[in-house]
């Protein structure tokens, strides 16, 4: 046994060394590896009560138990589910202090270590920190329990929506381990503890203040913080040592002369900071994060502006959301969407509906998005106390845990909301300023009230010539709105259409009630192209709409709808559920957005078996013009428009086989179509 006991300390000692930051004042170690999952509740064995647990289901994190039914008929389960882990805890860790995080669980969690109840965490998508270092058996085996609940209460946010609310542990757990009594609080709303705040900023200068909260079991004695700002080549470019602490807070106060700002995907140029905590000049405790200095406006007529350059945000929507994965989603998920937005020519995201996995902030940073970030205000609101406190946790966590992202410009309040409504909106728009008065609010709202001026700008859920009305209504709509609150700051907070890859029209003609479609299960592709065709065009013509998010980047779960080809799915994506597929807008908005890549794009490949045998041939491509062939002829050369697209109406084709082809100086592409 004592054999076993070396050989299982050294195993979590390489452990520890494998996932641990290259110093030895803290441990962040992840605890994904071999949980048991039960379905349902399973009680802490000791606590005297409850049914003995299932037989071992050994999983990884991230988790969902709505992996497998995610997509079922009779709807996802939403209930109980129950994870237990065993955790070796060397004798060496005793007189550290140790911490257990979760980035997220869904929806309600509560977390128990050796049968000690630790607390409840109230919302799915904010991290939760709670400490453990009194109730460790050192040297022994821990049982750590966390029951999670995605049932809908009443008393948490959302309280519906067009999206999935899955449960389980689906985003990466961790054992902080801090090398003293004093650390840098990890338990303050789930944070870093440390928060930059950006007082002046301009090409000449950077005025920042540094606040980093402590934690203590005992005192402060002989403890000081020293704060340094790092530029790419890891020279200190600021620094400030301060040795008073005040409420267990310190602050350091430091500028920066001719700051190199982060400037979007043109220059996402990150400075580091590094916070140590030294006692009696040794360094105890240190905590690294990636800051970049910008600043940034709205102007009510002219658009977003960062670092005083007008810049049009070309943005999308992003549910966390993969078929097969559910909301269980890895860092290798995560980077495939960056690399669809990179591809795509994206300069901005909305993460909607909710607080996004804090790597996604991170990859934002590096590659230069704006990002607007939201916390789970959509489907109603319940009046009452209890779910307003929710709403501003929610919101405190949201803003606090993500301080320091230099991506993120817009804090988000609330999602196509109804109703009385403008009492708590007013509340968590003062909360968001008093918590960072640097960033600005906004919200999405879909139709007309007095909620949609309270925050800093608004924007609109508009679906016109897919809902309702014809496309040209968009223009119309935006024009008269800016006319009529030339102070407000509006964006698109959503604007897209379904579309299936396997439904497909030669000749799409808009329809007179389009409502019918869009419920109903005939969702052709082209009917998305030419959506999108004609919003492209009506937003580029419109500098007064200060950003724009396509709904959505990918096609997501939403279990309660029936329509297109595929039930449960919400299919307004330009990329498919799987990632397999990038549908023909896609590349509308690729030749549009990413000039760096050359683009030569037919429409309607995956139309191969056709009744008809006149159809209209669209392309889009960065060359200047376009040749379109047909079965070898050359059928005509066309300029590209300044949309980047080439079209060709009632194009003849000829019974059986047809080979199309078009040809540009920055590429060819082709599909063979049978007439039948």
């Known amino acids: ?143 750590i329990n966390v029951i999670c609940d995605n049932s809908l209460r009443f008393d948490v946010a959302p309280q519906g929506g067009d999206f999935n609310m899955y449960g389980g542990l689906y985003r990466d757990a961790w054992l902080i381990v801090s090398d003293d009594d004093v650390c840098i609080s990890p338990l303050y709303y789930g944070s870093t503890g440390v928060f930059v705040n950006q007082l002046l900023v301009n090409e000449k200068r950077a005025e920042l203040r540094a606040e980093i909260y402590l934690s203590t079991k005992s005192n402060y004695k002989d403890c000081e913080i020293e704060f340094s700002i790092l530029d790419r080549d890891n020279k200190i470019v600021s620094s400030q040592t301060n040795p008073y602490i005040n409420n267990n807070k310190v602050v350091c106060n430091i500028g920066i002369e001719n700051p190199h700002l982060w400037n979007g995907v043109k220059d996402p140029y990150l400075y580091k900071t590094v916070t140590v905590l030294k006692k009696n000049g040794n360094e105890i405790d240190r905590v690294e994060e990636n800051i970049g200095i910008r600043y940034f406006y709205v102007d009510a007529n002219k658009g977003f502006f960062l670092n005083g350059e007008h810049l049009k945000l070309r943005g999308v929507c992003r549910h966390q959301d993969w078929d097969s994965l559910a909301s269980a989603l890895t860092e290798e998920n995560h980077r495939a969407d960056f690399a669809f937005f990179k591809e795509m020519g994206v300069n901005a995201l909305r993460l909607a509906h909710y607080p996004q996995a804090k790597f996604m902030f991170q990859e934002a940073d590096r590659s230069g998005y704006i990002v607007w970030e939201e916390i789970p205000f959509v489907g109603h609101y319940i009046n009452s106390e209890a779910f307003d406190d929710n709403l501003k946790l929610q919101m405190k966590e949201l803003i606090i845990q993500n301080y320091n992202h230099p991506s993120i410009c817009f804090w988000g309040v609330f999602n196509e909301i109804v109703g009385n409504f403008d009492a708590i909106t007013a509340e968590l728009n003062d909360l968001a300023h008093r918590l960072d008065p640097s960033r600005m609010t906004t919200a999405a709202t879909y139709q007309e009230g007095s909620y949609n001026f309270i925050t800093d700008a608004i924007a609109m859920n508009k679906y016109f010539g897919w809902y309702y009305d014809k496309f040209e209504g968009f223009a119309t709509y935006f024009d008269e709105w800016h006319a009529k609150y030339p102070n407000a700051k509006i964006g698109i ?55 724009t998010f396509v709904w959505n980047m990918f096609d997501f779960g939403s279990n309660f709808r029936k329509e297109g080809d595929t039930p449960h799915v919400n299919d307004k994506g330009l990329v498919s559920y799987d990632r397999k597929f990038r549908k023909d807008a896609f590349y509308l908005f690729k030749a549009n957005w990413n000039k760096n890549e050359k683009t030569t794009h037919l429409c309607s490949k995956g139309y191969t078996e056709r009744k008809e045998d006149v159809t209209d041939i669209i392309a889009f491509t960065t060359a200047p013009l376009a040749k379109l062939f047909v079965n070898g002829k050359q059928v005509g050369t066309m300029k590209t428009d300044q949309y980047a697209t080439v079209s060709w109406k009632n194009v003849k084709l000829a019974s059986g086989k047809n080979l199309v082809e078009i040809k540009t100086a920055d590429g060819n592409d082709s599909a063979e179509w049978t007439v039948k």
């Open 1 to 143: 046994m004592k054999k076993n006991k070396i050989v299982n300390f050294l195993v979590f000692s390489l452990f520890v060394f494998s996932f641990t930051s290259m110093t030895f004042a803290r441990e962040v170690i992840s605890i994904n590896k071999k949980w048991n999952f039960t379905a349902g509740i399973e009680i802490p064995k000791g606590l005297g009560w409850g049914s003995p647990p299932e037989a071992p289901n050994i999983i990884d994190l991230p988790h969902t138990w709505n992996r497998a039914d995610f997509m079922a008929d009779g709807g996802y389960r939403r209930g109980y589910g129950s994870y237990r882990k065993e955790m070796d805890i060397p004798k060496e860790y005793k007189g550290k202090r140790l911490f257990l995080k979760f980035e997220g669980a869904g929806s309600v969690t509560n977390v128990f270590i050796n049968t000690n109840h630790l607390g409840e965490h109230k919302g799915a998508y904010n991290a939760f920190t709670y400490e453990i270092t009194d109730y460790v058996k050192y040297g022994e085996k821990n049982t």
């Open 493 to 547: 907070s959503e604007y897209g259409a379904g579309a299936s890859i396997n439904q497909h029209v030669g000749q799409f003609v808009q329809e007179q009630d389009s409502r019918l479609s869009a419920r109903g299960n005939w969702h052709p592709e082209e009917k998305q192209t030419a959506y999108h065709m004609s919003h492209l065009k009506m937003i580029n013509e419109r500098d007064y709409i200060w950003g």
